[in-house]
């Protein structure tokens, strides 16, 4: 069985949310927030507490630089500011947002502006030096001792966001300076995320469809619709939806973080649930602002799995032999070749790849590379696997591994047969022969 991951985004996604949410799946959580106040990250105080919302109780996390946290504030659709209405701002740009909030969230709104001269206007005293993506390399690798995979995750997600208000914006990456993204508390929001996923460690993660909100958002540059526009540029291809909502729900951050770590988006999956984490945002709307997180397990053996296909009919066999070395060594669960007739009564070969959900985009990149097919096709199908397991057994030839697989009542049980074709070659035997002599017959 596998370990699955199941965030919730009914009331969308903030950095500060999903900390939240995940912080609640581990065993010491006081201890997490502990280690984010020892990173190293200049004035940044990261808190957790107790918070409900239409009812639920849950967690928020706040970050403070020097004491001081960001304020967000929302328009109407006359442009009026309203308090909170999340508007980010700036939108961007602030990304980060604060989102701590989520509460939207931005509080900060969002700047979209791009560092420039507001980026101190929050008050939080840092320079333009950290704001730019080199700012934030430098942040993440030379102040923080973080495991390197967190390392490369943070970064990740810090060019999602880049990219996409390099896009909005129409300038290089290199020219871009975040807002409120690029200051300390984002770093901490986003970093927090990358290590608790790395402490959770989901085989895989799943992300139902993204509410956005609804309404506008002022930034910088004027008043624009929800989704703020780095945000929506950010959740392309991702299944997101709008509703009655008025406000910023989902912050340029947030999905960031959502479109690095899912492996998929889609409906809560067949699983036993162990662990439910729920992330508080401040602000106060008709349905629970928050973001849920479910761990649990595939249940009763049930795993998505993903058929990759396609056709050729000018490789070698021994050109298809190694590609399917190379993709059983990229992952795949399975290779196999079907002879087939194609176009011009040419004959053929199908080569079919299954493989994990999570492992799709590694297992297509060696297909092209490996293959001469100019396209994939792609299926996602629900398989039932037997519970399996190894264990060694001592034998008068030596050890011996014994592979068991069991489901709904049958047991099935057999020699791994590497150790029975050793068997047979030092005894010049054959592989019944050998079997028989594991048994002691």
């Not at 919730?8 to 996604?13: I, L, S, T, V």
């Not at 206007?121 to 102040?143: E, K, L, T, Y």
């Not at 509410?211 to 526009?229: D, N």
């Not at 951050?253 to 401040?282: E, N, Q, Y």
């Amino acid at each position: 069985m596998g370990k699955i991951l199941y965030l919730e985004c009914k009331m969308g996604a903030a950095g500060d949310m999903l900390t939240a949410a995940l912080l609640e799946l581990i065993p010491d959580p006081d201890g997490f927030i502990r280690k984010m106040n020892t990173l190293g990250l200049p004035g940044v105080t990261v808190k957790r507490e107790k918070a409900v919302s239409c009812g639920i109780t849950g967690t928020h996390v706040s970050v403070t630089v020097n004491g001081e946290e960001e304020e967000s504030l929302d328009v109407d659709m006359r442009g009026h500011e309203h308090g909170h209405e999340h508007d980010h701002e700036h939108e961007h740009e602030h990304e980060h947002d604060h989102e701590h909030d989520h509460d939207h969230e931005h509080e900060h709104g969002h700047d979209h502006e791009h560092g420039h001269e507001h980026e101190h206007d929050h008050g939080h005293g840092h320079h333009h030096s950290h704001n730019s993506m080199a700012g934030i390399a430098h942040i993440v690798r030379d102040h923080m001792d973080i495991p390197e995979k967190v390392r490369e995750d943070v970064l990740a997600v810090y060019g999602r966001i880049a990219e996409a208000e390099a896009h909005v914006h129409g300038v290089p990456v290199s020219d871009i300076h975040f807002h409120e993204v690029g200051t300390m508390d984002a770093v901490a929001d986003v970093t927090a995320v990358c290590l608790l996923m790395n402490e959770i460690n989901p085989d895989e993660v799943v992300v139902s469809p993204v509410h956005v909100g609804s309404g506008m958002v002022r930034c910088a540059h004027g008043i624009l619709p929800v989704p703020a526009p780095a945000t929506a540029y950010i959740l392309r291809d991702v299944p997101v939806y709008g509703g009655e909502i008025r406000g910023e729900l989902c912050t340029p951050t947030g999905a960031a973080l959502l479109t690095h770590f899912a492996d998929r988006f889609g409906p809560m999956p067949l699983m036993s649930v162990r662990a439910i984490g729920c992330g508080m945002g401040k602000k106060e709307f008709p349905a629970a602002n928050c973001v849920r997180a479910m761990l649990g397990e595939t249940k009763d053996g049930s795993d998505e799995i993903v058929e990759l296909s396609c056709n050729v009919d000018d490789m070698t066999g021994e050109a298809v032999g190694f590609a399917m070395e190379r993709l059983f060594e990229a992952g795949a669960l399975d290779v196999y070749t079907v002879p087939i007739g194609m176009k011009k009564s040419r004959p053929g070969l199908l080569i079919r790849t299954l493989a994990r959900v999570k492992d799709k985009e590694r297992i297509e990149q060696c297909i092209f590379k490996y293959t001469t097919t100019i396209g994939i096709r792609e299926c996602r199908m629900e398989r039932c696997v037997m519970e399996r397991s190894i264990r060694t057994i001592e034998t008068s030839c030596g050890p011996v591994r014994v592979k068991r697989s069991a489901a709904a009542g049958v047991v099935r049980e057999k020699y791994e047969f590497e150790d029975l074709s050793r068997i047979a070659r030092e005894k010049g035997v054959s592989l019944s022969e050998a079997e028989r002599i594991v048994k002691g017959e």
